[in-house]
């Protein structure tokens, strides 16, 4: 995951290349294909839009895998910039874990790697570019419609889905936001929110949740639209904004997303 993520556009380099329709389209149905365990057939769909879909032993977590990825031009530029996805086609846990500001919020890939890891989660989405790597923001993928990384959510949300979003935040910015920042998106708190704040407070974070303390309006991720996509379905949303002083520590990262999981109950 280190690698990847220190390889892909940087803010202002303008890597990344908008899918058209029929992109979506076809990507959304390799996702579908896997799902149903059709990892030869989603390969076969993805291929001519430059991805490769590889089943890969994870040893550490003694999990079977299966990652799609964009091959990388000889060049070694990106020709789309979507991102990374990886799934875990037995997975128990219906908890999906996405990386929309892999870049722009530094160190949130391992958090969400933590957290795939702790919860054995579905799977593992990670944008392709920085968050500003074009000027109009369509690489913001948390807030720019028409992406891939949005076409996975919503083909991979439902009503049982628990969509968990790291995201990060400066201290010097948000004095009085604690640690931690835990937000449904919406407003009063849903009871997993308070559920997953009240674990993290106890685990020693200091928290604030959105709804329920003014001091982190702010940082609610009402406009975020993996959020509303699966609010629609009905499924459960979580949006964590983690100061950079615990996504420094890796012991607090692994804490935090262990507690998270076992929170939300994966």
Request: overall charge negative; proline content about 5%; charged content about 25%.
């Amino acid at each position: 995951m280190r690698a990847f993520v220190s390889d892909i556009p940087e803010r202002g380099s303008g890597a990344y290349d908008p899918p058209i329709a029929g992109d979506l389209r076809t990507f959304g149905s390799a996702v579908s294909l896997l799902l149903a365990g059709q990892v030869i057939g989603a390969g076969r769909l993805l291929d001519p839009l430059g991805y490769q879909v590889e089943r890969f032993y994870d040893r550490q977590s003694q999990r079977r895998l299966v990652v799609v990825r964009e091959v990388r031009a000889a060049d070694g530029s990106w020709p789309h910039g979507w991102g990374l996805f990886v799934f875990d086609l037995q997975a128990a846990s219906e908890m999906i874990v996405e990386v929309p500001h892999p870049l722009y919020d530094v160190k949130t890939p391992q958090v969400g790697v933590d957290l795939f890891d702790a919860a054995h989660a579905e799977a593992l989405l990670v944008a392709g570019t920085h968050r500003y790597a074009d000027a109009d923001r369509g690489s913001d993928v948390a807030h720019a419609d028409g992406s891939v990384f949005g076409e996975v959510n919503r083909r991979l949300a439902d009503d049982r889905s628990v969509v968990v979003q790291p995201h990060g935040f400066d201290e010097s910015e948000h004095a009085g936001d604690g640690d931690v920042v835990v937000s449904g998106g919406i407003a009063p708190p849903p009871a997993h929110v308070k559920v997953v704040g009240s674990g993290l407070t106890q685990a020693g974070f200091e928290v604030c949740v959105f709804g329920a303390d003014a001091a982190c309006d702010d940082l609610g991720g009402t406009d975020n639209l993996q959020g509303r996509w699966v609010r629609r379905v009905e499924g459960l949303f979580l949006h964590i904004e983690i100061s950079r002083t615990i996504r420094d520590d890796p012991e607090a990262v692994e804490r935090l997303a262990t507690v998270v999981a076992a929170g939300l109950h994966t």
